[in-house]
């Protein structure tokens, strides 16, 4: 004998409502609050010391005495300097060079440390060790090593490392790409072994069942699905290599001659050692913008980045 449930009046029934959402509560609301310190730094950090500088470039001040208003004379003076385009070819030289050389190196790195060995993991954190380093003390370092009198190559009776390598154009800036990638190669193969992470397995186990090997599967899946991360590693190469300044400056001091005078070095050497504030001003609001330009130019050729567009989708 089994019981049933009383009839119910038709109208009884009642479907649940949704509720209305409370403006400023939710997701949303919280993470508007979660941004606002990180936004109030930037402006403290940020915005506040570039308006200062913007300020001051249309000034004239040494650094210690009062300021003075002078218009547009410090943007004419530096755009019409001879020594302008060659701190910019520098830069540029160091930027791409640097940039040729890090991203192979930080991919074919990443990829090979997003394996699951235990060894790997080991690996991981020995490559890690150069970013940990001062720049300065880096730079100190492989003065000493590359020193032709006291240096490596007369240590060990090496004619090809005896050589006056920060005394030559060409070799000057060699030594300076390579201490410099030395140095981020390993931040940005962090970046490519999470990367490379992200990627479904699946991927890689249709491909080998479809016979393709290791290196077609590099070429066809592991790079195409890197394309946003090589656009992000890219953008913090590219721009971070415009404010390149502490290890050139105790590397070569700019030099020899101005074979290694990047924007940087070249506004430090206005401002502190010529005391022209001003001028450095303008180089330092220069840099803000190619750093702008070139990060929109890397974003443009990036293209969209939506959800259906993510990496490993």
């Known amino acids: 004998m089994t019981a049933t449930a009383p009839p119910v009046a038709p109208g009884s029934l009642q479907t649940p409502t949704a509720r209305k959402p409370v403006p400023g509560v939710g997701r949303s609301g919280s993470v508007a609050w979660m941004v606002l310190p990180a936004l109030v730094l930037f402006v403290v950090f940020g915005v506040v010391p570039l308006i200062g500088v913007l300020v001051l470039s249309f000034t004239q001040w040494d650094g210690l005495g009062a300021i003075h208003a002078a218009g547009f004379s410090n943007w004419r003076s530096v755009l019409t300097d001879s020594e302008l385009p060659h701190s910019i070819l520098v830069t540029f ?22 394996g699951r060995q235990r060894y790997r993991a080991f690996l991981a954190v020995l490559y890690f060790i150069p970013l940990l380093l001062s720049s300065a003390a880096i730079a100190i370092t492989y003065k000493a090593l590359l020193d ?47 990367g490379v992470r992200a990627i479904p397995t699946t991927m890689y186990e249709a491909a080998s069942i479809d016979g393709a090997g290791r290196i077609r599967q590099f070429f066809s899946i592991t790079v195409p699905q890197l394309k946003y991360t090589i656009i992000t590693s890219s953008t913090l190469m590219v721009v971070g290599s415009l404010t390149f ?32 504030m001003g ?24 293209g969209s980045t939506t959800a259906s567009q993510q990496e490993g989708a």
């Open 245 to 276: 300044f502490d290890l050139i400056f105790v590397l070569t001091a700019g030099g020899p001659g101005d074979a290694t005078r990047v924007l940087a070095l070249d506004m430090y050497k206005r401002g502190f050692m010529s005391n022209q």
């Open 93 to 114: 030289e160091v930027m791409i060079l640097s940039w040729l050389v890090q991203t192979p190196m930080s991919l074919l790195l990443g990829t090979f440390l997003a």
């Open 279 to 302: 001028p450095a001003s303008v180089i330092a609001a220069l840099i803000v913008l190619l750093g702008l330009a070139l990060a929109l130019l890397l974003r443009r050729l990036g």
């Open 148 to 194: 032709p009198n006291f240096g490596l190559g007369p240590g060990l009776h090496l004619g090809f490392l005896t050589q006056d390598w920060l005394g030559k154009t060409d070799l000057a800036i060699g030594v300076v790409i390579f201490i410099v990638s030395w140095q981020f190669i390993p931040f940005h193969s962090l970046i490519y072994q999470g």
